[in-house]
């Protein structure tokens, strides 16, 4: 059965800064990863998937990487800002469902 | 190209009465998938639909019910509420039965209150 744990469950930073939010699962056996925004009360956005053949996706500031050999997924956000400020999931594509991690809820200080 | 539509966006129900929830996948999507998101329990999957099929289900007791349509359209229903219910709950589409290489987009929930 897959777990995924997402520490630490809160991180303010100022802005500007580069960060790397962590992702860990049990199951090396993944599918794919899926990375997601959730604004307060709104659904959630996707960011980025890393398929399972692959090693990392980029996307503009944000960079995600898979080391399945680890158990690791890590979510990289260069020059952050305050429009950041959000809780991020991440989730494993796994049998016909998502399993997600608790998320992280990012502040980013003017 | 409109997104993922779930209606309505709040609801407040009564203990013991029953809802329905409706979710309109991307056009093309015949994926819809159904989650549970609670401040204790995070994001729970409830069940899976693909081209009218339910091909998973989650952990949830059997007052929660789901279908879909010949037009992707899904609904899901909660029988006999229960404070416990009170939650946001995501419908999420794919082109691609488990998501696949395009992965899943989300609606942006209906939140539903019981009293």
């Known amino acids: 059965k897959q777990e995924v744990t997402q520490i630490p469950a809160a991180l303010s930073v100022p802005e500007g800064e580069n960060l790397v939010l962590n992702c860990s699962f049990t199951?090396?056996?993944?599918?794919?990863l899926q990375w997601f925004r959730q604004d307060p009360g709104k659904g959630l956005t996707s960011l980025l998937l890393?398929?399972?053949?692959?090693r990392e996706q980029t996307s503009g500031r944000l960079n995600a990487s898979l080391d399945k050999s680890s158990g690791r997924s890590t979510l990289y956000i260069a020059a952050s800002q305050p429009g950041d400020s959000a809780t991020y999931l991440c989730?494993?594509?796994?049998?016909?469902?998502?399993?997600f991690g608790q998320g992280t809820r990012l502040t980013i200080n003017p | 190209k409109a997104g993922v539509t779930q209606t309505p966006r709040y609801l407040i129900k009564t203990r013991g009465q029953q809802v329905t929830l409706s979710c309109s996948p991307i056009?093309?999507?015949?994926?819809v998938s159904w989650y549970q998101q609670t401040p204790g329990q995070g994001l729970q999957f409830l069940f899976e639909y693909f081209s009218e099929t339910q091909r998973n289900k989650g952990n949830f007791p059997g007052r929660f019910s789901g279908r879909q349509f010949s037009n992707s359209r899904s609904e899901m229903n909660v029988s006999t509420l229960e404070l416990g219910d009170s939650a946001l709950y995501l419908c999420?589409?794919?082109?691609?039965?488990?998501?696949?290489?395009?992965?899943?987009?989300f609606g942006s929930g209906t939140r539903l209150t019981v009293v």
């Open positions: 199951d090396s056996a993944i599918y794919n």
């Open positions: 989730a494993d594509q796994g049998a016909q469902k998502l399993v």
């Open positions: 890393i398929q399972s053949s692959q």
């Open positions: 999420a589409s794919s082109p691609y039965d488990r998501g696949g290489a395009y992965g899943y987009t």
């Open positions: 056009s093309g999507h015949r994926s």
